[in-house]
Structure formats: structure tokens, C-alpha cells
């Protein structure tokens, strides 16, 4: 039974405050002519404030894309990305850098370290270009959970892959902002750093009230998140709620299946 398309006339309308950030028929078209892409088809979906969500769906789908219009790190073609009630099309470059400074962390599919920065040197750069005071304890733990103790003094270039990811996975949550929104986090990580990353997040939204959006292909990643909501050529096409590994791997051989059928 279709119920879950139907909306809810007893459900209120979220307060604002619960909703940390939120499309809105967003749409974002690149090139034109022969090039044209539309990469997001009229988006429409809301990141609960201290939820944890995963953004699944095929290479290609947008899911990238909608991290980026979100973060303000790339511009929408057409409708609304907002952080919490600011429209991010409003704000001119420099507000726009002042909010991803202070309100926003970003975990890369590439990692955006330094090179000539120590690993700690990255983790709290972007708390020392705000002009904020690292909370030592916070970073400590932080530090500790991703296992880069012993590393703290190495830069990038000597640190392995999955060591670098834990760098950028360290830098968005030392300086607990607003909204964490993650690509791929875990996509270069042993299954056992991933796994202690992956708890971290979930941990840093249970008990801090962390507020992140995650893209993965994992379905055992996406199990960690409170909700995950799949993307297919632009669009919104199906979520779960209270995720397990199984019923995440279902759904996407669902959709397999679906697409090979049309
Ligand atoms: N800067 C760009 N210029 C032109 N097309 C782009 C650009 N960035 C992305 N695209 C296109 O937009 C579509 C969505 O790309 P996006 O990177 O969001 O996918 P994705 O779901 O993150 O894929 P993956 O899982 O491979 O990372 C793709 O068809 C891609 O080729
Ligand atoms: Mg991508």
C-alpha cells in the first residue's frame, strides 16, 4: 500500500529549528547544448537538526552535487539550499565563506589537506581562520577516536590514504559545526577505522546533537545513519528510516532491478 506517498494532514509542518538544512525544488544544471547535464532534477528534502543521514544512489545520481549546492560550495541553477532559515543564494561570496567558516564542516571525496601543514596543523586550520579556540579536550578525543594519535606531526604527503581521510574526517568534527556534510568518509578506510569513524559520527549526533549528512555506497555505512534517502538521475527517489545493512542492500536491488526493466 502506497501510504507513505500520501502526506500526513495530522503531521505539523516541521519548525524551522528542527530542520538544519533544506532543498527546495533545487535544481542545478552544468554546461549547455550537447554538454548539458542536469546533475539535480527539482530536489526536494530536509536534514533534520542532530539527525544522521545517508545519501545513497549510483554514480552519477547527483549525490556529490547535493552536498555541494548545500554547502554553498557550488551555486544552484534554480530553487532554494538553505542552512538552517538562510537561503544561501542571498548571501554574497564573502557572507557565503563566513558561513561555511563557522557553521559548516566538509569531508571531501578528495581530502583538501595542506601539504605543508601537520596532520593537527589541518584538523584545527579551519577553527584558527575563524579565529575560535580549539576546546582541547574535544579535539583530543576526536583525534584519539580516528586512531591519528602518533601522527598528530606527520604531513600529509607522509600519511597513507586512509590515514589522510581520517585527517579530513577529524578537521569537520574537531570544530563541531552546525551541520557535517560528508562524501564518502569512509570510502578509503580497513573496514575496522571505518567502522570506529562511522560510531563516532553516530556518537557525535546522539550524544553532541551533531547534525550530519553523509554520502556512501556502503549499505553497512548507511545502517549507521538515522535515515537514508536515495538519489537516482537527479532526483529523490526513495528513503528508510532506522536503517538496517539488509533492508538498505533490498532496496537498492530494487532499484537494479527497476532500471533494468525500463
Ligand atoms: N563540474 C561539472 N561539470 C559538468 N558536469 C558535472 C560537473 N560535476 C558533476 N557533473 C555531472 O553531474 C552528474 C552528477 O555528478 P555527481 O558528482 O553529483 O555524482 P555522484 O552521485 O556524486 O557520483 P559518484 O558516486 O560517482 O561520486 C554527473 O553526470 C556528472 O558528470
Ligand atoms: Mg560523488
Not at 537538526?49 to 545513497?56: D, G
Request: proline share 5%; net charge neutral.
Amino acid at each position: 500500500m502506497p501510504h507513505a506517498a500520501v502526506p500526513h494532514p495530522a503531521t505539523p509542518a516541521r519548525t524551522a529549528a528542527a530542520v538544519a538544512a533544506r532543498a527546495t525544488g533545487l535544481s542545478k544544471v552544468y554546461g549547455h547544448g550537447e554538454t548539458r547535464v542536469v546533475a539535480l532534477d527539482s530536489v526536494d528534502v530536509e536534514f533534520g537538526r542532530a539527525r544522521f543521514t545517508a545519501i545513497m544512489g549510483p554514480s552519477g545520481s547527483g549525490k556529490s552535487t547535493l552536498m555541494h549546492c548545500m554547502a554553498g560550495l557550488d551555486s544552484v541553477t534554480s530553487g532554494s539550499a538553505r542552512i538552517g532559515d538562510v537561503e544561501l543564494a542571498t548571501l554574497g561570496d564573502k557572507q557565503l565563506t563566513r558561513l561555511r567558516r563557522d557553521r559548516i564542516g566538509f569531508i571531501f571525496q578528495a581530502f583538501n589537506l595542506l601539504p605543508t601543514l601537520t596532520a593537527l596543523e589541518n584538523i584545527t586550520l579551519p577553527m584558527d581562520i575563524a579565529g575560535r579556540r580549539p576546546d582541547r579536550e574535544w579535539v583530543g578525543r576526536v583525534v584519539e577516536t580516528v586512531g591519528l594519535s602518533g601522527r598528530l606531526k606527520h604531513r600529509p604527503a607522509q600519511l597513507s590514504g586512509g590515514q589522510q581521510q581520517r585527517v579530513a574526517v577529524a578537521r569537520a568534527l574537531a570544530a563541531q559545526p552546525e551541520i557535517i556534510f560528508a562524501d564518502e568518509p569512509t570510502g578509503n578506510l580497513d573496514s575496522r577505522s571505518g567502522a570506529e569513524v562511522l560510531g563516532f559520527l553516530r556518537e557525535s549526533v546522539r550524544a553532541m546533537g551533531q547534525t550530519v549528512v553523509m554520502v556512501t555506497h556502503d549499505p553497512v555505512a548507511a545502517a549507521y545513519a538515522d535515515r537514508v534517502v536515495f538519489l537516482a538521475d537527479g532526483r529523490i527517489v526513495d528513503e528508510l528510516a532506522d536503517p538496517t545493512a539488509d533492508a538498505v542492500l533490498d532496496r537498492m536491488r530494487r532499484f537494479e532491478t527497476a532500471g533494468r526493466t525500463s
